[in-house]
């Protein structure tokens, strides 16, 4: 290691200056060794004076990397001018300094060259530095008080957040801010959690300067001296106003119905269990009113959909101001309104307030077009004292009742007369015991191609093998099932295993699809779905694999929204079938919106085909416009050869009924049709294979 020259050993005792870091370097030398240190610079980098004489980048180094030394030493020496650097020196203990280094080139008399370098502790002044930048350029709102909370500094984005400049607050309490929102025992708390663990987090609702809403997420601190004394509080603080109206708008809209401002389906639901719940601990009963406003149509048609939307905001204004504050009034969508009424002795008191609503909603709506018009309403009224009884039973008893009322000439109400109350709790129990013990299972009867005379499908009709009694029919238990929290875990149940049976025909080479009968709350819920979904890609199911049966029966509730489900259950690789058309007044406008690809004739149209020859007409008719819409058509109920003639000769496409066979199990089905030994008088439809033409 080199040697401080001779000339220079009487001047380094002038550098022994206190507080002063001096290190002198090699300029001539290959790697720069350091000749001498002073205890200035012991002190700031820990390494003692022999312990530092080694090359400058075996002292000089940063704790994360390695130095630039070298390079600024010979800039340095290449243009003998001071140049200074900051350099995040490593101590010898491992710790971290900010050296600020100037180096200055000197020579002796023989031209040797050395570099002095002066080093100064700047740590605190980077810090400083960085803190401000932070402060200056962070988006979070940052305001200091002292510790009698009065503003002493602000950043930028406070002024960005607030509108407030720095110089407006400063020297005045933060309730400049205050929006009213928060009283004194707030801040009285919020400041108790402060001085108790030196901080608090939570929202604060405060205002901006021009009066709009603030809504901050903040955390205050405590800054205390080394006598704990509090100095300072400091308040970090990020907007959160869009984010909390937001989730306000999302609340709101799971709770209430976004035209009307009424509650939901969703929520009525939920308050209604609420409600029977209490039944428990009162003397008294619970009643459901559904409303159908009669002819709203017409309003919408002749006067635009703004106009109907008017008139359904102007009946659910009459509906709050008829009822009581503990009512609950609901819009259930499209002109459909329902209300819980609590407190009634018995159905009569509430057949009373549907009177009273019926004579309100009679009179004239004034509307901003400056049209007069009229509606009526048709409601239902189920009315329970029991508090076991389910929301959907309550809410279905009065919505089979409101359609009944519109049957009986619409503008009235019409009680449930057919409500689970006439079935007793153990009764539904034990239903519920045996749909969750395996007691229900499938019977399967054959649908037929009349054109090919093989078998086309398969419908699957459940039924209850009942411990005691035998095998029971559905009339026996599914209105039960319909009308209770049953129905949509049943209906997943029916596409699960329709799927496995569908599955057996496929695996034995067959396309042989299978029907199952869904009622509106399962499509309407589109609980379905899923089920279809997981059974098909579970079973590695192709197409033809399902049919879904929609009963003509069927009160939608939104017309639209089992279309949409329906549809969706099309792309599935489903196939939709309009059940039992021609018993009802639904008929037409079922055929003609829902995407159903076959209608099934009510066996009541076929009983007679044979011997009344309006009979035969009427189903002649129906199949002619059937296939004039491009669906299939299915007569149900056959049981006569001669009643298959007729059929045929008007041209169905599809017969189910006695006289191809009975409902059967699957071990009778597998027997009769995938046996090795099976001769079935309607053999199945064999599958494609891929290199088949369709």
Known sequence: MGQLPPLLEPVVKVLELPGIAISIIDGEAADFPVLYVNAGFEQLTGYSRQEALVPARSVFVTCDSGSNIETWLSEALASRAPATHTLALCRRDGGQLWDELTLSVTESADGHRYVIATHRDVTDQRRQGLAKAVFDSTHDGIIITDAERTIVDTNPAFTALTGYERAEVIGKKPHILSSGKHDATFYQSLFAAVDKHGFWSGDIWNTRKDGSQLIENSTISAVRNDAGEVINYVGVFRDITQQRLNQARLERMAIYDPLTGLYNREHFTVMLESHLAGLQFVESGLSVLFMDLDDFK?????????????????????????????????????????????????????????????????????????????????????????????????????????????????????????????????????????????????????????????????????????????????????????????????????????????????????????????????????????????????????????????????????????????????????????????????????????????????????????????????????????????????????????????????????????????????????????????????????????????
Not at 480 to 498: C, K, N, T, Y
Not at 600 to 629: C, P, T
């Open 298 to 694: 017409p309003i919408n048609d002749s006067y635009g959909h703004a106009a109907g939307d008017e008139l359904l905001v102007e009946v659910s204004r009459r509906l709050k101001r008829l009822m009581r504050s503990t009512d609950i009034v609901a819009r259930f969508g499209g002109d459909e309104f329902v209300i819980a009424l609590g407190g009634m002795g018995n159905s009569d008191k509430a057949f009373k307030v549907g009177q009273k609503i019926i004579d309100d909603l009679t009179q004239p709506f004034l509307l901003t077009n400056g049209e007069l018009v009229n509606v009526s309403v048709s409601i239902g009224l189920a009315f329970t004292s029991d508090y076991r009884q389910s929301p959907p039973t309550l809410i279905d008893s009065a919505d089979h009742a409101m359609y009944e009322a519109k049957l009986g000439g619409k503008n009235r109400i019409a009680k449930a007369q057919r409500f689970i109350e006439s079935r007793s709790q153990d009764a539904f129990q034990r239903i519920r015991d045996a749909f969750e013990n395996g007691e229900l299972e499938l019977y399967y009867q054959p649908i037929i191609d009349l054109a090919s005379n093989q078998t086309h499908s398969f419908e699957a009709l459940a039924r209850w093998r009942h411990p005691q009694k035998g095998l029971l029919g559905p009339q026996h238990f599914i209105e039960v099932i319909m009308h209770s929290s049953l129905s949509l875990p049943f209906g997943q149940w029916l596409v699960r295993e329709a799927g496995y049976m569908a599955k057996r025909l496929q695996d034995a080479g067959h396309a042989t699809p299978v029907s199952i009968n869904l009622s509106q709350d399962q499509i309407e819920t589109g609980s379905f779905l899923r089920a279809i979904v997981e059974t098909r890609d579970a079973l590695k199911l192709t197409v033809p694999y399902l049919t879904i049966e929609v009963l003509e029966s069927s009160h939608f509730h939104d017309l639209d929204l089992a279309c949409s489900q329906l549809l969706e259950a099309r792309l599935l690789g489903t196939s939709i079938a309009l059940d039992d058309f021609g018993s009802g007044i639904s008929s037409i406008t079922y055929a003609n919106h829902l995407p159903i690809d076959t209608l099934k004739i009510d066996r009541s149209a076929i009983k007679n085909l044979d011997s009344r020859e309006d009979q035969r007409q009427f189903v002649g008719g129906i199949i002619e416009m059937a296939h004039a819409m491009q669906r299939q058509v299915l007569a149900e109920g056959v049981e006569r050869d001669k009643q298959l003639e007729k059929l045929r000769g008007l041209g169905c496409d599809l017969a189910q009924g006695f006289l191809f066979g009975e409902p059967m199990p699957v071990s009778l089905l597998i027997e009769r049709y995938l046996s090795a030994d099976a001769r079935p008088a309607y053999p199945l439809k064999t599958a494609l294979s891929p290199e088949q033409p369709a």
